[in-house]
């Protein structure tokens, strides 16, 4: 059964701007929190943003801090990852995830997605 489903990954140009979704269940999206994460070709999963199950607050990696923003829309069981000045190191799997734990802080993710690919050409 899956739970968390990505989309609107794409091809982009450095610089450009480009805004993924998770579309998930109401049971998920107002009793976990959410992050999102990457996956780079021969480097680890990072984690990327998390946002708390209210919506109201937020946690960013330095990496993407003042580039990325992470929102979600509790109406529509959506938490999305709007990506600006992207740069060619952002290419990555980009997966959607849900913890339990209130903390964002948290690194435990319980339920994953299949992620959606992002590509930033130079």
């Known amino acids: 059964q899956v739970q968390l489903v990505e989309s609107g990954g794409g091809l982009v140009q450095a610089g450009g701007s480009l805004r993924i979704s998770c579309a998930t269940s109401?049971?998920?999206?107002?009793?976990?929190?959410m992050g999102w994460f990457r996956q780079a070709p021969g480097k680890e999963r990072e984690f990327v943003a998390s946002?708390?199950?209210?919506?109201?607050?937020?946690h960013y990696a330095d990496s993407v801090q003042g580039r990325f923003y992470i929102s979600k829309d509790n109406a529509k069981n959506t938490v999305y990852l709007q990506m600006n000045k992207l740069k060619p190191e952002d290419t990555a799997l980009y997966l959607c995830?849900?913890?339990?734990?209130?903390?964002?802080?948290?690194?435990?993710?319980?339920?994953w997605g299949q992620g959606t690919q992002v590509t930033v050409s130079s």
């Open positions: 109401a049971f998920i999206s107002g009793g976990y929190t």
């Open positions: 946002i708390s199950r209210s919506g109201g607050s937020m």
């Open positions: 995830a849900a913890n339990r734990a209130i903390s964002l802080y948290d690194p435990d993710y319980d339920l």
